[in-house]
């Protein structure tokens, strides 16, 4: 059965059919059609039971986009009463989001859909391996929720309930987003920006499922951004199969829709911005404006660009769209561009047709660079792409080469020299080992710090206490208020270079203009009603007073090119406003003072 709607027992065909029923809070909105078919089938007496009164288990495989897809899934049928919960034992039925780019995961769902069949478990599986492979020997008599059907969730989750197979896998229009939610973060949205994408990677079986690329508008994701950080968000994931072909299917590009989005965030940097994996083809004519955006106080400096060999004979085998030039192209300009940039890169092993020349240019890149993050892979040959047709390397081989890049991999020390410094991080999440708490730096390097829990969601200033391979150790030195946090976005972004204090245009990735532009306009921010909105007037003057005399104490911490004595001066001297609101409290104060001596002597 290829739709739900043929399992819904109509009305006559008015008002709503038997069975149906709206979300406890009203959440979301279904709309049947009349029945196409009479159900003949016995509906199992275990099913009878009240629906949105169960329990589910649900696991998710894959990327951020499927996490983010199982959060809203989660939040609708939490939504219509169901519970959630991590023990398949007391669930009474399971929901399995699945991933296609590599076999072990799709193994691993295998595995689990033979327990839930043993554990004689209604199933419903869902994600890139059923909407790319929907005739697998697996999935045979289980419910399917296709990747652009998530809205539907609890139509198809009511249905296997009731002992039937419902199949929803036709495209149609995106998921809204504003959906109902449960976030397996509560400090951490992760926001699919768009789905499927335009390449056509010879090895990957996610453009089958995702098809081709489709974009949110600018102003649907920015209003997403706005309610996520009224919903007490601190971090934001910008999630897609590749987020620089963001937009082009609607006139727009990645620069615009960042530009859009880090203008709604809070200036003093409680919320944080960190953008998706972007292949290098569709950033190369953006990189100085995303490098721009990456300087920000607001978004992490940290970017994933995969490049999969180090080969251009291979690259053109996968159909990447880029060589070896391009990508150093991109990391040599963020590097340059952006202060402690770090950069994420992805290493398939063993790909049809590599010879040990194409696999040494591999290792002389990773090790030329020494990226922080390497995600080593083994070539996987997916079933129905063009790459399981070649001519396959011997696997002792894959496994060889793949073992040899990892060790030179591990052997590298990128966090050497971080020991002593003091770093702003954002705290989101408890650690593995239940200890400690995990923060991010600027350039989302992991910091473990040892707090309580009423630190998530905070930011905070930690020295670096000692370092290890995958992430530092940090010390606590102070948690940051709105006000002493917004101090120092601006103290960061002033200096948009650690290359030169000139911060020259290119290092900035930005005019001149721009950059103190950004300074002055959060500046400003510190100092309008709305920020001081709880505070009395009084306070506020002698708040800024301060606050310029901490600035002359800096001293050249302002310092752009060309510009350094006008930024100085329109930041240290006292405006007519500032004269005037002064004037004011004084003659305030004054009269007060008389009035008040003047009704004492009338007591008398």
Known sequence: MEDIEDLLAGGG??????????PVAGAVGVNPKQ??????????????????????????????????????????????????????DEADLWLINTCTVK?????????????????KKPLVVAGCVPQGSRDLKELEGVSIVGVQQIDRVVEVVEETLKGHEVRLLTRRTLPALD?????????????????????ACTYCKTKHARGHLGSYTVESLVGRVRAVIADGVKEIWLSSEDTGAYGRDIGVNLPILLNAIV??????????????????????EHLKEIAHVLCHPCVYSFLHVPVQ???????????????????????????????????????????????????????????????????????????????????????????????????????????????????????????????HLVGHTKGYIQVLVIGPETMLGLSAMAKITSVGRWSVFGEVIEVLNQANAVERSVDQFSHCSSLDSSCSKEQCACEMTSCCGQVQEVEKKVSTPKYEAKLNLVGWVLRKRKSNSRIMEKGSAMEFEGNQNKAQNCLLEWSAVDKGLLGGVLVSLLTILALSLYLGTRSF
């Open 263 to 284: 203008a709604v965030l809070p200036s003093d940097g409680s919320t944080m911005l960190r953008i998706g994996m972007t292949n290098p083809p569709y950033i190369l």
């Open 179 to 199: 959906l109902p939610k449960v976030r397996k973060n509560k400090f951490v949205e992760i926001l699919p920006i768009n789905v499927g994408c335009l390449g």
């Open 13 to 22: 065909g008015a008002g709503v059919p038997p069975g149906f029923r709206l």
């Open 309 to 435: 060999s180090g080969s251009d004979s291979i690259l053109t085998a996968m159909k990447r769209e880029y060589t070896v030039s391009e990508f150093r192209t991109v990391v040599d300009t963020l590097i340059e561009l952006v202060p402690g940039m770090q950069i994420a890169t992805d290493i398939i092993c063993g790909f049809p047709g590599e010879t040990d020349e194409d696999f040494a240019r591999t290792v002389d890149l990773i090790r030329e660079y020494k990226f922080a993050q390497v995600h080593i892979s083994q070539f996987y040959p997916r079933p129905g792409t063009p790459a399981a047709r070649m001519k396959k390397v011997p696997s002792t081989v894959v496994k060889k080469r793949s073992r040899e890049l990892t060790t030179v991999f591990e052997s590298f020390v990128p966090y050497v020299g971080m020991e002593g410094k003091v770093e702003r991080i954002w705290i989101t999440e408890f650690a593995t080992d239940g200890v």
């Open 103 to 119: 076999s072990p995961s799709q193994s691993a769902m295998n595995t689990l859909i033979t327990k839930c069949r043993s554990a």
């Open 35 to 88: 029945k196409k078919e009479k159900i003949t089938h016995t509906i199992p007496k275990a099913s009878l039971s009240i629906p949105g009164t169960q329990t589910i288990y649900m696991k998710t495989f894959g990327c951020s986009h499927n996490q983010s897809d199982s959060e809203y899934m989660g939040g609708q049928l939490s939504a219509f009463g169901y519970v959630l919960s991590d023990d398949p």
